[in-house]
């Protein structure tokens, strides 16, 4: 019995859910000994091209029956399920055609956390069936791990004996798997082919979306493992000479030429690592790890992963000037934080795993509040809570779900709400926000510490039930200060309040789509400024500009803007209540910002 039927999913137009884009992440680990708490760090950047909704769910331990397969990506392998399977917290990524194979972020009941990185492309060739065993592994080895692990060097076990079961389909990823007391990172190349190692316990590791491994023995034997095959694969593939090349050096040998040192992944990795020592970094190589200039607190970690390369050569003036708010994301230079960076975590475990604190960013986190949420007592914040029935979307995380993608009445959708509309006044309120939000940081923190401590003294009490109601209780008055705080905020936003008349037809649009709008009072928008999209996606590639010549006053101080009818089509595969922005400046240099919800018919 397939997972498919079991769940009673349907399957139509599943094929699309692995065609959908994964973008660059950033993860780094701190050792435990450079770590303020004693226990490992983890903090991470999903980072997804495209209109991508992010739901959080708890899912519950279970008792599966004998024969059940794991619901997997078309032509991927149909893999037996254990009988008992732990409880996770779960991060789910999905877009309008299904759910992303290579992006959820996952914790389970026993303190392991899986994130993971693109490495794409390894040099390996995907057309190769012959490096698959019955269609290879991709989504479902996170999710394996999630279900399955007891630690993070168990993991490690599984991850390998997946890979070497099945092989992994694509590219090339590196998996990054973490407790309390150690973190290993698994780099994988396209089929049979990986390396893993623990990430030291008195440095930081940096990864951005390249290879880190570079030579195998600069890792103690107990430290690394690879695949028997790692060197005579490149041997024979000519992607190594070892009478030229001296030892292999994973990186270099299977990152692909135009990804080996690419500016997007060296600039992040190199001004990580500079933060992290405090020095500027001149060196040509990308270590797997540093030691740092002291002990590597939270706050650090949320520093690097809200970074944008400010005060640098690498962050110029005109790099800014494409969008109304002169935001700092999806320039020519790609930054830390950016535009598709679509959630930012910082995992601080603790010695008993509902203990464990997991900060969380709900979008770009340049722009939003890191709330302490506590996910491992099962029990979330309603506003982030956006699953009905966990374990049914888990079984159908794959197939396509169109209304998805839909404005959605949730915390989570006012946080997504905040940051999008953010990003057309950025330069005006950056500083302000910046400065409010580590303010209210370090509140949660004092708050969050004195939290953590009384729920342990239950625990040890075993009194287990009231240290759970009692984390529960604080994350979700968190959760709602967070949201009280953005809300007050965004009155210093020049809002333009807005309407649309015209075509909202998907299958029958008018020739064009008019916007009427009220400028802040006085003001002259200019219309060369101006820009019009779906939330969530990139304002620099994917807003529309007005049809030339269309901006013109209607009175009152109202003015209309046309646009072409297309920017509507954008992601949307069904009818529904869509969030768009109107962004723009006036003469006096001002930016405004407009958010229209638009309901769209068949």
Known sequence: MTGWKARGCLVTLAVLSCMTPVWACMTLVVGKDVSPTG?????????????????????????????????????????PQIGETFGFYWIQAKSATGGHSNADGFLNENGVLVVSNSCADSKVMVFDDSRL???????????????????????????????????????????TVADKDEAWQVQIASGKLYVAVRCPSDEVVVIPNHYTVHKLSDFAPQDIIYSENLIPYATDWWFYDPETDGELDFAKAYQDDFTWKSAENVHRHARAMSILQG????????????????KVSVDTLKQILRDHYEGTFNDPAWGRAAVPGGAPHDTAIRRICTGTTIESVVCQFSDVPALTTLWSAFGRPCELPYVPLHPLTGRLPREIDQMEDSSLELECHLLPDYALVAHEDSGWQRFRDFGNRMEM???QNIFALSRLLWSMECGMADSNATAVERASALFQAGRGTEAIALLATFDQIQTNRALA???DFSRNFNEAPAYCIGGISLSNPASTFYVTFDPPAGERPMEESMKFGLGSLDIRLQ?????????????????????????????IYAPGLFDFFLGGRTTSGNSFVSQLLVRLVQ
């Open 39 to 79: 226990h490992v760090l983890v903090a991470h950047n999903e980072d997804i091209g495209g209109r991508t909704m992010v739901e959080h769910g708890w899912v519950e331990p279970k008792v599966w029956p004998d024969g059940y397969l794991l619901p997997a990506e078309p032509g991927r392998a149909a893999i």
């Open 543 to 571: 807003y529309a500009s007005p049809m030339p010549g269309s901006l013109r006053c209607v009175g009152d101080g109202r003015w209309q803007v046309a646009f072409s009818p297309s920017v509507l089509m954008n992601r």
């Open 485 to 487: 705080v953005i809300t």
């Open 425 to 427: 006044v950025y330069e």
């Open 133 to 175: 065993t019955d269609g290879g592994v991709e989504y479902n080895l996170r999710r394996i791990v999630a279900e399955r692990a007891t630690s993070a060097r168990n993991a490690v076990d599984i991850i390998i004996g997946m890979v070497n079961a099945y092989g992994y389909a694509p590219s090339g990823r590196t998996y």
């Open 279 to 294: 020095r500027a970094w001149t060196e040509d190589s990308y270590p797997f790890s540093v030691k740092p200039r002291g």
